[in-house]
């Protein structure tokens, strides 16, 4: 089991281009959560989708933000038209019902 | 909803001494309470959880207690060392299983 899987690990945008964050849960999971981490802050919550499904999306800007988990591979987060303030980590965490979350290497965006 | 409150902020202890960060919770209906560490520049790693149906947890140096009554619980760390520093945060949820997290600890070891 390879664990959480987030790609890129890295990723340089300008501004007014989008970014498209992936994230592969481990295997059997089927929860997923997107958080935001600014620089010496807390975990953010974003989103929390089971498969198909957006369950919270109540840590999600209401414009340029948009995530999916479809049926098959991975769930993306996709921001448009990102501006300098989208530039932080996005982390994901998968986990089953009722255990511990894992948590991907997280997706360091910068924004020029 | 539900909302954790986590303090300090940040703490700084002498090498060797006890750490206690301290979480409290909204929503009784909350049954699981796991604590991760993050390290700089790393992703947030599980170090311990408790669920509602015990009073204490312990892990070597590491134990975590519950307060149901109150709604709070606890990571304590001791005979702390240079590698426990990082950030800690603790997290709170129901059996929907959605995390709800504390704003974090900077914990700092002075050697």
């Known amino acids: 089991n390879a664990g959480v899987m987030q790609n890129p690990r890295h990723l340089v945008r300008r501004r007014g281009q989008e970014a498209r964050l992936r994230c592969s849960p481990m295997k059997g999971h089927s929860h997923v959560y997107w958080y935001r981490q600014l620089p010496e802050e807390g975990l953010k919550f974003m989103v929390y989708l089971q498969k198909e499904n957006i369950i919270d999306e109540s840590g999600m800007p209401k414009e340029r933000f948009s995530a999916e988990f479809p049926k098959e591979g991975p769930s993306i987060l996709r921001i448009q038209q990102v501006v300098r303030g989208d530039s932080a980590a996005y982390f994901c965490?998968?986990?089953?019902?009722?255990?511990?979350?894992?948590f991907g290497q997280g997706t360091r965006l910068t924004v020029v | 909803g539900e909302n954790v409150e986590q303090h300090p902020s940040t703490l700084s202890v002498q090498e060797g001494d006890s750490a206690v960060i301290k979480c409290t919770y909204s929503d009784s209906a909350s049954n699981y309470f796991p604590w991760y560490k993050q390290e700089l520049g790393k992703r947030p790693q599980l170090i311990i959880d408790i669920r509602s149906n015990v009073g204490e947890k312990k892990d070597q140096r590491i134990a975590v207690t519950l307060n149901k009554t109150a709604k709070h619980f606890s990571l304590h760390i001791t005979e702390t060392q240079p590698e426990d520093s990082a950030v800690y945060f603790c997290?709170?949820?129901?059996?929907?299983?959605?995390?709800?997290w504390g704003a974090g600890t900077k914990l700092i070891i002075k050697p």
């Open positions: 997290a709170a949820s129901k059996s929907n299983y959605q995390l709800i």
């Open positions: 965490a998968s986990a089953r019902q009722d255990t511990e979350a894992f």
